[in-house]
Nanobody, 127 residues
Framework: QVELVQSGGGLVQPGGSLRLSCSASLSTLDYYAIGWVRQAPGKEREGVSCISAGPGSTYYADSVKGRFTISRDGDKNSTVYLQMNNLKGEDTAVYYC???????????????????WGQGTQVTVSS
């Protein structure tokens, strides 16, 4: 079991930016896919962005393309960030990071494929 610790989130006005962090209890994320999943009240979980296992390709949901960027810390190889720009009201949700081995390609956007989850952090976009 991998422990994931999240930080970041909070309240921001529409058009603003936030950065989420997720640190895994691993020395390296090689062989693992790691993703960000969000859930808004009354809605299903949605895979937002992910880094696949293997080549580490990045993927984004259509709803966040061009606004969100997922990245891995070059020095702290077990930390992943989600930079969220031009935030909208519909981005309001609890955001979770999640990790699992062997998720290749865009499969890493599927929230039902992850076994270990972070504690979640609230992101609220409101004026």
């Amino acid at each position: 079991q991998v422990e994931l610790v999240q930080s970041g989130g909070g309240l921001v006005q529409p058009g603003g930016s936030l950065r989420l962090s997720c640190s895994a209890s691993l020395s390296t994320l090689d062989y693992y896919a790691i993703g960000w999943v969000r859930q808004a009240p009354g809605k299903e979980r949605e895979g937002v962005s992910c880094i696949s296992a293997g080549p580490g390709s990045t993927y984004y949901a259509d709803s966040v393309k061009g606004r969100f960027t997922i990245s891995r810390d070059g020095d702290k190889n077990s930390t992943v960030y989600l930079q969220m720009n031009n935030l909208k009201g519909e981005d309001t949700a609890v955001y979770y990071c999640a990790i699992d081995r062997g998720l290749y390609g865009s499969t890493c956007l599927r929230s039902d494929r992850y076994g270990d989850w972070g504690q979640g952090t609230q992101v609220t976009v409101s004026s």
